[in-house]
């Protein structure tokens, strides 16, 4: 027996469970109960602040990223280099995949992130949704994460920290203005209210959506009903609920409002997750084992790996270059490795133990993926900076394509698993492994 509507439910992304929607005060964030994910920040004016910050983005995003950064001089030769020649640096070297990976990370991606928001918050504000708008802001959640300016700055202010001893440095132009670019990417993430997007970007639909679900499964009897179980599957990218006909794992159906494709649960999202894991695990070995970079002074090869670097940093009492150097490039991805083998042993073997810590585990990880390209920018940098011809000069080495890769495989293991599967799996009968019990 079907009962009357229950209005106002959303999903939570990230454990499926069923929630009574409540207004989010102002200024205020809405948390998942059961796995902590927030759901909702409430930020007022969104689109007008976030309209601001991408027109002060994009004008100075041209000279941030053509303007010389630094210049280091040296027995009375300078050098400089700016974003793009980091970029050419590597490509003249013939580390093609290191030379894509800075090029999308800090050159391409940054601006279409600043023109997306620009174009969907401009056509906002004059009141004009569109299907189109929608799909563009798609395109932006998925985008966010691989826009690194922020890391890049940490990787100049890393490379000024390892030069200023050697030679003397002149802070020029563009870095003032990259610096600008940062605080106003960082800037919109923190001012972007999504909900409140998707809701502005679909105003037929001004309410989340209104469920029809059996007697027996109201919220206030069962607290913890997924979406799965309630015969409904989420649209992980603009979190729209979509009635599902058939309820196994296998429905699969295309977003209404951003056009995403929507499953009950990522398909294969364990096996590729696995493999990607795999993967970067035998990617870090070459990457950690191999030199990443080569110092000639006076035509002599010196040619360290990434330990060698971080003692560098070590001896010579840089410590806390030396111990973020270490964070980012060893303990990250050792973190996430090990981090996504946790969660796919529970979700295979459904160790139902501490699943709201793995559940923060497991955003901490699609978090911090991105900060162990720390590394590869401040190597970037110095082979752009220090090129003194036979006197002294710095070259990337074959660790750094090894790295870069077992980044982009963990980033991609984060993207691929689907956290869902961990509460199906360890909680006593739930989600999808109950829904013979539902089509009774
Ligand atoms: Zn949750
Ligand atoms: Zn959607």
């Known amino acids: 027996m079907i009962s009357s509507p229950t209005p106002n439910v959303s999903a939570c992304p990230q454990c499926d469970i069923l929630l009574q929607h409540h207004e989010t005060p102002d200024h205020h964030a809405s948390v998942c109960p059961r796995c902590g994910f927030v759901m909702r920040n409430n930020r007022p004016g969104t689109v007008d602040k976030v309209l601001a910050l991408s027109i002060t983005g994009l004008l100075v995003y041209l000279p941030a990223i053509l303007l010389p950064l630094i210049t280091l001089e040296k027995l009375g030769m300078s050098d400089k280099a700016n974003v793009v020649d980091t970029v050419l640096q590597f490509f003249a070297n013939e580390y093609y995949f290191v030379s894509f990976m800075t090029l999308v990370s800090t050159i391409v991606f940054p601006l279409m992130l600043l023109l997306l ?3 969907i918050s401009l056509q906002l504000k004059r009141n004009h949704p ?3 708008l929608a799909r563009l802001f798609r395109a932006y ?3 966010e994460e691989w826009a690194m300016v922020e890391v890049f700055l940490l990787a100049i202010l890393i490379s000024i920290f390892k030069m200023i001893h050697t030679a003397n440095i002149v802070f020029n132009a563009g870095l003032f203005c990259f610096i600008a670019l ?5 800037g919109i993430c923190v001012v972007l209210d999504k909900v409140r997007y998707w809701e502005l970007l679909d105003p037929t639909e001004t309410a989340p959506a209104t469920l029809l679900v059996k007697e027996n499964q109201r919220l206030d009897k069962q607290p913890e009903l ?26 699969s159906g295309q977003c209404s409002r951003c056009g995403e494709k929507v499953h009950l649960r990522k398909p294969g999202a364990m ?4 493999a990607l894991v795999i993967t970067s695990t035998l990617l870090l070995l070459p990457a950690n084992l191999l030199p990443i970079m080569q110092v000639d002074f006076l035509g002599v090869p010196d040619r360290s790996t990434i330990l060698d670097g971080i003692l560098y940093f070590l001896k010579t009492g840089s410590y806390l270059i030396g111990i973020i ?6 303990f990250v991805p050792l973190f996430k490795v090990v981090g996504l083998s946790i969660l796919l042993c529970s979700a295979h073997f459904g160790m139902p133990y501490f699943l709201r810590q793995k559940s923060k585990m497991f955003r901490i990880i699609s978090f911090i993926g991105r900060w162990s390209m720390l590394d590869i920018f401040v190597i970037a940098l110095l082979i752009s900076l220090v090129d003194f011809g036979f006197f002294t ?5 074959p660790a750094s394509t090894f790295f870069c890769m077992a980044v982009a495989t963990t980033m991609l293991a984060a993207i691929t698993f689907d956290p869902r599967i961990l509460w199906d799996k360890c909680s006593p009968g739930s989600a999808t492994n109950n829904s013979n019990t539902l089509n009774q």
């Open 325 to 330: 150097i270490m964070v980012a490039s060893i």
């Open 226 to 251: 997924t979406a799965a179980q309630a015969g409904f599957a989420l649209c992980l990218t603009c979190h729209k609920l979509l009635p599902t006909t058939n309820r196994s794992t296998e429905f």
């Open 130 to 132: 569109s299907k189109m």
């Open 141 to 143: 959640c998925h985008l």
């Open 117 to 119: 928001t620009f174009i």
């Open 271 to 274: 096996s590729r997750t696995l």
């Open 182 to 186: 940062v605080f106003v990417t960082f």
């Open 393 to 397: 000069s710095i070259h990337v080495a």
